[in-house]
C-alpha cells in the first residue's frame, strides 16, 4: 500500500520569502502525485499533479514541485509567497490509472507573516 | 464553472441521532467520492462509487454508515448513531472518467456530535 508523509506540520514563512513544502511517498509501483491547497472551511483545490514527463511541474498561483523518483519526493516550491498563500497543504498520491483513490499526508500548514 | 454542491455546510447533532450529508457532483462526472477528514490530518476515502455502483468500500465503518448513489448523479451518506468520534469535515469529490484521478472536491460539510 502506498502512504504519504509530510514531515512539516507548520511553516511559517515572511511575505515575499521563498518556501519549500516536503513530501515524500512510498510505494512499489509507479505514482501519480498531486499537491492540494485547503483555506479555512473550504474544499480541497487541485494545485498541480504529476503524471508523467517532465519531472518539474507547474500549477497554479505561482507553484512549482519536482518529482524525484530516487528520492521518492515531491516537494512544493513558491519563489515569492504572499498573505493569500495562507492555507493548509495537502500532497496525495494514487497508483492506478483511471478514478483511483488518492492518500494523503497529513497537511502543512502555511503562515504567512507580513 | 462547474462545482460540487454539498449541504449542509454545517451540522451539530447529539450522540445516538441519525444525520444525513448530500453531494451533487459536477455534471457528467462517472465517479464519486465520500471522505472524511478529522481536524488535523488529511482526508481518509471512505467510499468510492463508480455511477450507482460502490466501487471502495473498505474504510466505511458499515455498522452505522451507509452511502447511496442511487441514479449515478447525487448522493447520500448518512450515519445513525451519530458518535463523539465522528465528529470531522466530510468532505465529496467527482472525477471524470479519463481525468487521470484529478478530483473536484466540494466545500464540505463540518460535523459536530455532542
Known amino acids: 500500500a502506498q502512504s504519504v508523509t509530510q514531515l512539516d506540520s507548520q511553516v511559517p514563512v515572511f511575505e515575499e520569502a521563498p518556501v519549500e513544502l516536503r513530501c515524500n511517498y512510498s510505494s512499489s509501483v509507479s505514482v501519480y502525485l498531486f499537491w492540494y491547497v485547503q483555506y479555512p472551511n473550504q474544499g480541497l483545490q487541485l494545485l498541480l499533479k504529476?503524471?508523467?514527463?517532465?519531472?518539474l511541474v507547474k500549477g497554479i498561483n505561482g507553484f512549482e514541485a519536482e518529482f524525484n523518483k530516487s528520492q521518492t519526493s515531491f516537494h512544493l516550491r513558491k519563489p515569492s509567497v504572499h498573505i493569500s498563500d495562507t492555507a493548509e497543504y495537502f500532497c496525495a498520491v494514487s497508483v492506478g490509472f483511471g478514478n483511483e483513490k488518492l492518500t494523503f499526508g497529513t497537511g502543512t500548514r502555511l503562515t504567512i507573516i507580513p | 464553472e462547474a462545482e460540487v454542491a454539498q449541504s449542509p455546510r454545517y451540522k451539530i447533532t447529539e450522540k445516538s441521532q441519525a444525520v444525513a450529508f448530500w453531494c451533487d457532483p459536477i455534471s457528467g462526472h462517472a465517479t464519486l467520492y465520500w471522505y472524511r477528514q478529522i481536524l488535523g490530518q488529511g482526508p481518509e476515502l471512505l467510499v468510492q462509487f463508480q455511477d450507482e455502483s460502490v466501487v471502495d468500500d473498505s474504510q466505511l465503518p458499515k455498522d452505522r454508515f451507509s452511502a447511496e448513489r442511487l441514479k449515478g448523479v447525487d448522493s447520500t451518506l448518512k450515519i445513525q448513531p451519530a458518535e463523539l468520534g465522528d465528529s470531522a469535515m466530510y468532505l465529496c469529490?467527482?472525477?471524470?472518467?479519463?481525468?487521470?484521478?484529478?478530483?473536484?472536491f466540494g466545500p464540505g460539510t463540518r460535523l459536530t456530535v455532542l
Open positions: 504529476y503524471l508523467s514527463g517532465s519531472t
Open positions: 469529490a467527482s472525477s471524470p472518467r479519463s481525468s487521470y484521478n484529478e478530483q473536484f
